[in-house]
Structures are given as C-alpha cells and as structure tokens.
C-alpha cells in the first residue's frame, strides 16, 4: 500500500465519525494520504465528535481527528487551490468526500468548484478517476436526486451512509465501519471492517464476549 496514493476530504455533513475513521484505516495502510477539510466540517466535528480546530491549519486538524501527525498524511488548506490535488497532471488512486455535503455535491454536480475539495472532485471527473461521495442528508429533495444522477452518469460513485443490517451490527462503531468498508472496497483497499453477506461470521458481539 506504500505504493498508493489518495485523497480524502471531510466537509460540513452530519457524519463526521465516518470521515474520521476513514482517515483512520487509510493513514494506517501506509499510503500517501491527502487531506482536506472545510471550515463547515470542523464546526460539526465539534459538535459530534467535541473536536476543535481550524480546518486551515492542517497539523491541528490531524491531531484532532488522529491524536498525531502521521508522516504520509499531508493536511491542506480547503482554500489553497495551488496544492497537488488541484491539478489533473496529479496522479493518485481515488478520492472519497466523507461525509458530503448536499452543496459541496450540488457544486461538484455542476462544475462549479469553489473550494480545494470541489476542485480536487471535479479534477476526478475529467481525468476519469474514482471518486466516492458519501452524502448523508434524509430526505432527498428533487434537486439532490438529480444532482447524484448527474454525478453518477458523470462516473462518480454515489455511496449513502446507509448501513446495511443483516450482519447484526450492534454498535455505532459497527456501523461506521459498515460504510467505511464499503467505501474502501471502492477505493481497492483490502479490508475486514465488516461482516461481508454470505461469508462466515469473523466479528463477535458485545453479549458474545
């Protein structure tokens, strides 16, 4: 895992929990991991996860959502559009938006890149690369539906967090990592965070213990 490369950006969505254990997994594989995250989604961070820090400053923000500051993590400002990510002539192995935002979503939808993460998105689209957004707004209005049909058609990947059941996850840990899982699959990073339907059971639960 050395060898890849990714980039991962948290905006200001309900979910910040699966944004951070994301980066968590990711950081731990080795691979070179590049970070962005939007004022909006420090501002929920603290009030889900009672984290503080300035989303511009990036050594703060890894030590607040990591408790350290791995050396193949780089954290970077969401405003710096003169960073790697921005450029097409960047190469990497995926990017995934945990959680997304319905207006980052609408903004990347439409070509309207007015931030690193949108830029870093849109640079997904045309250089036909994979890109994971996991939106977790409930309902969907018109507007959003069209928006990730838009998105879809345009190669993205659209992965609500919806976690699936059926392998009695019992814990909000659990169903984190349900999501997560699934969007590591995405990103082609081998993982066990769930139980896979059909395959013999590999995780015991609290009253098993």
């Known amino acids: 895992m050395r060898d890849k490369r990714y980039v991962l950006a948290i905006t200001g969505a309900s979910g910040s929990a699966y944004g951070r254990r994301l980066l968590e997994v990711l950081a731990a594989t080795g691979a070179e991991i590049h970070l962005a995250v939007s004022d909006a989604a420090s501002k929920v961070a603290s009030h889900e996860l009672g984290l503080r820090f ?33 450029s097409g002539s960047f190469r990497h192995d995926g990017m995934a938006i945990v959680p997304c935002s319905m207006g980052t979503l609408g903004r990347i939808a439409h070509g309207a890149s007015t931030s690193l993460v949108e830029r870093a998105a849109d640079v997904c689209l045309k250089e036909r690369r994979k890109l994971v957004l996991v939106p977790r707004e409930t309902p969907y209005s018109t507007i ?66």
């Open 54 to 86: 300035d989303a511009d400053d990036g050594p703060a923000a890894l030590r607040a959502l990591l408790g350290q500051e791995p050396p193949n993590v780089v954290c970077h400002s969401n405003r710096d559009f003169e960073v790697p990510v921005a």
């Open 144 to 209: 959003h539906l069209e928006n990730m049909l838009r998105l879809s058609q345009a190669g993205a990947i659209v992965l609500p967090a919806s976690p699936g059941l059926y392998a009695g996850e019992t814990t909000v840990d659990q169903l984190v990592d349900f999501i997560v899982s699934r969007v590591l699959d995405h990103l082609g990073v081998e993982n066990n965070l769930m139980q896979r339907y059909g395959e013999p059971a590999k995780r015991r639960h609290p009253e098993d213990e």
